[in-house]
């Protein structure tokens, strides 16, 4: 288990087992957590547990888009965009980890269906659903105002053109209207944070009751605002009553889950609606992950080359409102997210997930019609499936793929065997911990007696430290057991986007055959001293007879 996913498995379990959970926006937002809690509860908690809830919500993308989408993507447009779904490389990686991203994919498909359902047939229950979506987005992860602001823009869009033609606010231009404020109106009180740094608050200080105080009273001045404007853009229209319900709902499930389930209503909530957009606002100027801001086009070439293809060959539809749609929802999350500091592969999929969509219908077309165009799609295809093989088939553990992040060593659990034998020879002495190897250990862990210390433990009878320490505690009668690779860093310059590696492949033969054998096998030079980031590694040391 890597290492983000190790802190919400414990997490999890502190709520599934003690009731412990405080909203933390380093970790996004509860739903993960009180998901893995339910499932801990129904069937224990393990490795395999853990990925349960994820897994479920990755198959559950796939026959949402084959049924929800058939009726704009065509019968084998949709089956074939669902097809793409379930062995995208970057879609069933994360599938099967234990992170947000998963969820909103899902959430994402829920708000893009109940967008084009409402715009297509203008029942007000589409806005209820569409509410759904965002409400369970919001309560999962910040990106959801990345996909809400750029559906929300896309909406506008609509509008506005609608409107300059006609000079009136037509029905289907005011349902894009309607999807637009019903955006805006829900999210708005989510914006808390901005007003509070403008007066100089500090919206991570969530238990400063001071701090509560004026996060609290901002969000039911801003809820008021959404009221008055949904007030006035509904006025006595029928949506006005679906839009009540549609923020009932959407502030029913956010007051439930920040609140953890009403136990912690003040500081759960200040955290939620402050903390939240505070903290990753922040995390823009830290520039987190890769520095490349092609490093979404340079992922999408080396797993997915063909969506990328069939995102250009989509565009021959684009007079379809659907395609334009999904297009422009496209590029506005390849663009926010190529902008934003923090580049992590996981959020690959955000993008990948409209792609497939796209791709749906041009790959359905393409075989049914025997075109020449399948003499490229088909090794295109092909590659792609490799790829997903590769990522998350049986042997998924190589460091060198470009989708792993802070991935775990392949021998921890040899490790913990080793662990597991002396505890059971001393199941009272207590595990010492440098806190440098906390993750994800502390998870593995969670049932022993461990000492997360840089402080010495006398009665330890295992230590677990780093490898440069391992002669000074011989010294003091410690024993090595091995020394293990506890987490993988990707050595990104590979695959990046950049004037000079382009240079480099337009210019050195030697250069451009290595990036092949990257391309195609993953191969690359041993790792030597000199390169960064280095493995994180660990000693395992331990004392037959602790004082």
């Known amino acids: 288990m890597s290492h983000d996913e190790s802190l919400h498995a414990l997490y999890s379990w502190y709520l599934a087992s003690a009731f412990h959970y405080e909203h933390d926006p380093m970790m996004h937002g509860p739903l993960l957590f009180h998901l ?9 908690a393990t490795d395999f547990t853990a990925r349960l809830a994820p897994a479920l919500a990755g198959t559950a993308c796939v026959p949402f888009a084959a049924v929800g989408f058939r009726r704009w993507l065509g019968k084998s447009g949709a089956l074939t965009a669902a097809a793409l779904i ?3 490389p970057g ?3 994360y599938s099967r980890y234990l992170r947000n991203d998963i969820y909103i994919s899902l959430f994402s498909l829920i708000l893009l269906w109940a967008a084009l359902r409402y715009r297509e047939t203008g029942t007000p229950k589409y806005l209820i659903r569409l509410s759904l979506g965002l409400a369970l987005s919001f309560a ?10 750029v559906l929300g823009a896309v909406a506008v869009l609509f509008a506005g053109i609608g409107f300059r033609k006609s000079r009136t606010l037509a029905c289907a231009d005011m349902r894009w209207g309607d999807i637009a404020v019903t955006l805006l109106t829900l999210a708005l009180p989510f914006a808390t944070a901005l ?5 100089g608050a500090d919206p991570l200080a969530t238990r400063n009751p001071a701090l ?3 996060a609290l009273t901002t969000a039911l001045s801003l809820s008021s605002v959404s009221w008055l404007i949904a007030a006035l853009w509904f006025k006595d229209r029928p949506a006005f009553a679906a839009w009540i319900k549609a923020f009932s709902l959407f502030w029913g499930i956010q007051i439930l889950l920040y609140s953890t389930l009403l136990s912690n209503p003040a500081q759960g909530l200040t955290s939620g609606i402050a903390a939240g957009l505070g903290y990753w606002l922040a995390q823009h100027e830290v520039q987190r992950g890769a520095s490349d801001p092609l490093f979404y086009i340079s992922l999408l070439l080396l797993y997915t080359p063909l969506l990328l293809i069939t995102f250009f060959l989509s565009l021959r539809r684009i007079r379809e409102p659907t395609t334009l749609v999904l297009c422009l929802y496209t590029l506005g999350n390849l663009l926010i997210y ?10 690959l999929i955000h993008i990948t997930l409209p792609l497939c969509l796209l791709a749906g219908p041009v790959l359905a077309a393409a075989f049914e019609a025997r075109t020449r165009l399948r003499l490229l799609l088909t090794p295109l295809l092909l590659h792609l499936i490799l790829n997903s093989f590769r990522a998350a088939g049986p042997l998924a553990e190589s460091p060198n793929e470009p989708l792993f992040y802070a991935h775990a060593g392949p021998h921890i659990k040899t490790a913990l065997r080793i662990l597991d034998a002396r505890h059971q020879h001393a199941p009272d002495a207590p595990v010492h911990i440098d806190p440098d190897y906390t993750w994800p250990l502390a998870w593995y862990l969670r049932g022993y007696p461990v000492h997360f210390s840089p402080l010495p433990v006398p009665e330890a009878a295992v230590r677990i430290t780093g490898p440069d320490r391992e002669a000074l505690y011989r010294e003091q009668g410690w024993t090595p057991r091995g020394e293990f690779e506890l987490i993988h860093w990707p050595r990104q310059h590979w695959h990046a986007l950049t004037v000079d590696n382009v240079s480099k492949l337009a210019t050195r033969p030697r250069v451009r055959r290595k990036f092949i054998r990257f391309y195609l096998f993953r191969e690359l030079p041993p790792l030597t001293p000199a390169d960064f980031p280095q493995p994180v590694r660990f000693m395992l040391l331990t004392r037959e007879d602790p004082p």
């Open 36 to 44: 893995n809690a339910l499932v801990y509860a129904l069937f224990g």
């Open 86 to 88: 379930a062995v995208s």
């Open 91 to 93: 879609l069933l990686y």
């Open 140 to 149: 999962c992860k910040e990106v959801a105002f990345i996909h809400g602001t």
């Open 195 to 199: 007003p509070l740094t403008l007066i």
């Open 212 to 214: 509560q105080r004026i």
């Open 338 to 347: 190529s902008f934003a500091g923090e580049r992590m592969p996981w959020l």
